[in-house]
């Protein structure tokens, strides 16, 4: 199941720069509907972690492209298959870790940068480039590249004027972990971000992305149960109401803003 690998964030601090299916009209010559991973800002020479057990399958400067880079190759929980690939790019300097060599989750595996083609260009674009891949299915729109952030063990916070770093996921009066048909959701406590999809699944495709504070509560019209994961539907679009036991969105009781 894409629900067996469970992802450590690859940097301490987690700032996002542009996310999955950013900007189609820049990798639309790459064969892409738009950005195959997501993009954490941070300060030139921060460490950056393996986000799973894995073995270094590739490695080395692509200078038009990714220009210091490491991928990994993963197995999820349970599988012998090596059926997953993580990419680290943009690195200050080589990676120090060998080709065909094992790493664990977290372990150092190289420092954040600018190297290959970063936007701006110099040290101000500096940022990792961080990409999840499932090699079973190299046939979605994104070449089997598919959205990190549902499979990280910690969800990611942006960090600014309003938001939490830490989630604190606490319940309160009009404030929910029980949904219903009918019931009006939003984005939980923390959550800065959050993808609306074409099925309830990590795979389906990107329709829209939910930032905080811009959004508006949602009339949930179906739900799916995955196991212990919960998507809800409201119109065409699928969102993740509670992932890998993190809860992105709650009930509230706020009706005349629903949609």
């Known amino acids: 199941m894409l629900s067996s690998i469970i992802l450590s964030l690859p940097l301490n601090k987690i ?10 009209e820049s990798y639309a010559q790459y064969g892409l509907p738009g950005h195959n991973g997501i993009d954490l800002a941070g300060a030139i020479g921060d460490h950056i972690y393996a986000a799973f057990d894995g073995i270094v399958i590739d490695l080395g ?18 599988n012998y298959i090596y059926s997953y690939k993580t990419i680290y790019a943009h690195m200050d300097e080589p990676t120090p870790v060998s080709l ?8 150092f595996i190289g420092k954040l940068g600018w190297s290959g083609n970063v936007i701006p260009a110099g040290p101000k674009g500096a940022h990792l480039h961080f990409g999840l891949r499932n090699l079973l299915r190299l046939s979605n ?60 699944s990590v795979t389906g495709s990107t329709i829209y992305s939910l930032m ?32 890998n036991g993190v809860l992105y969105m709650h009930v509230i009781d706020e009706l005349k803003s629903a949609r």
Not at 213 to 230: A, C, M, Q, T
Request: hydrophobic residues 30%.
């Open 15 to 24: 700032i996002f720069t542009q996310m999955f299916g950013d900007n189609p």
């Open 61 to 78: 400067f692509d200078p038009k492209g990714y220009g210091n880079f490491v991928v990994l190759s993963h197995k999820s929980s349970g």
């Open 100 to 107: 065909y060599s094992k790493v664990n989750s977290e372990d």
């Open 141 to 200: 729109v994104y070449k089997g590249w598919i959205d990190p952030v549902p499979f990280f063990s910690s969800p990611p916070f942006r960090e600014g004027p309003g938001l939490s770093s830490s989630p604190p996921f606490r319940e309160g009066p009009g404030v929910g972990s029980y949904v219903t048909v009918g019931s009006i959701v939003s984005l939980a406590n923390g959550i800065s971000y959050l993808n609306m999809r074409s099925s309830p």
């Open 212 to 243: 905080y504070p811009s959004h508006p509560p949602f009339k949930v019209d179906e739900i799916y149960n995955e196991g212990l994961n919960i998507w809800v539907r409201s119109g065409i679009y699928w969102m993740a109401f509670k992932y």
